[in-house]
């Protein structure tokens, strides 16, 4: 009987606890949180907020109300919908962004901590199964930002070879990283480069610092017989929060001429690019190669991104 006492009381102070921490998670929906140039990994573990969140307060609420049946189940989705919705519109208007994925989340999440409390029955288990899978890709955009940070760091000073399929992870534009007769390695990073005013690529998932290297190499190949202008462009955080200031970051004209074209680039001239300052060497957050106005579409080839 005594035990049986001391297992109640430690679940009622369980679930003091978990909603303690849900109160102390809430306010968090509207305050603080990662920005557009933290890491990936931060970020998308910020966003199972929701996840943690709205299971949570379901395994809570069932200490104080039956929340067995299909008419409960109805009840608290629509409250977890109404709930989660308003927290996106007011985020929209309070400077954050409302993320009708973040509603998705919230519901899976309701929905799968309903069903794993419930009795197992075919349709249970059904329902637990979907829950599941609405719930795949935030907990898949963990796993690869955590395996890109992890690689990005393992391999550093090497930015990107493309050998592992998670180089390619992080940058933008129309790539594909492809098989191809390289100077180095079996694969590059296939760019195509379309005809309007800028095309190109832009990786922006920097985790270490660039002090204490001398240069930035790169290869870049060109299939086409007539060569072509490149520019590529490196920023800090800095001017990420600045003005887009063209005269707040590095810029350099490429003239990449027929095969494969290795470009060597000073780091102390990335640094002292901008006209009132220097890059922040350790908060570099993007580099972008591109072409402007191209009479015809063409691909180009990039590979072999390190500090030496």
Not at 29 to 44: D, H, Q, W
Not at 171 to 182: C, D, F, P
């Amino acid at each position: 009987m005594i035990s049986m006492m001391l297992s109640i009381a430690s679940k009622r102070q369980a679930m003091l606890l978990v909603g303690l921490l849900l109160l102390a998670i809430f306010p968090f929906f509207f305050i603080g949180g990662p920005s557009p140039y933290s890491a990936p990994l931060f970020r998308s573990l910020w966003d199972c907020g929701h996840i943690i969140f709205f299971a949570g307060i379901v395994v809570v609420a069932r200490t104080k109300f039956d929340i067995a049946g299909w008419q409960p189940f109805i009840v608290i989705t629509l409250i977890a919908g109404a709930v989660g919705g308003a927290i996106e519109l007011v985020q929209a208007q309070t400077g954050r962004e409302g993320n009708w994925q973040d509603l998705l989340n919230d519901v899976a999440a309701t929905w799968l901590a309903l069903l794993w409390l419930q009795k197992s029955s075919l349709w249970v288990w059904a329902g637990r199964v979907l829950a599941l899978a609405l719930l795949m890709p935030p907990v898949t955009k963990v796993f690869f930002a955590a395996w890109a940070q992890l690689h990005a760091q393992t391999n550093f000073p090497i930015l990107a070879n493309f050998e592992s399929s998670i180089d390619a992870h992080g940058w933008k534009g129309n790539v594909e990283r492809i098989k191809t007769t390289n100077n180095s390695g079996d694969y590059s990073l296939k760019v195509h480069l379309n005809t309007e005013k800028y095309a190109g690529v832009a990786f922006t998932e920097f985790y270490n610092s660039w002090q204490g290297y001398a240069t930035l190499s790169f290869d870049l190949y060109n299939p086409e017989s007539q060569s072509i202008d490149l520019v590529i462009r490196i920023s800090d955080l800095k001017h990420e929060l600045g003005n887009n200031d063209r005269t707040d970051r590095f810029n350099k004209k490429l003239h990449i001429t027929h095969g494969w074209n290795h470009i060597e680039i000073p780091v102390a001239a990335i640094q002292q690019a901008p006209s009132t300052r220097e890059l922040e060497m350790d908060a570099i957050t993007s580099l972008v190669i591109f072409s402007t106005r191209l009479a015809i579409a063409q691909d180009i080839y990039v590979d072999n991104i390190l500090l030496k």
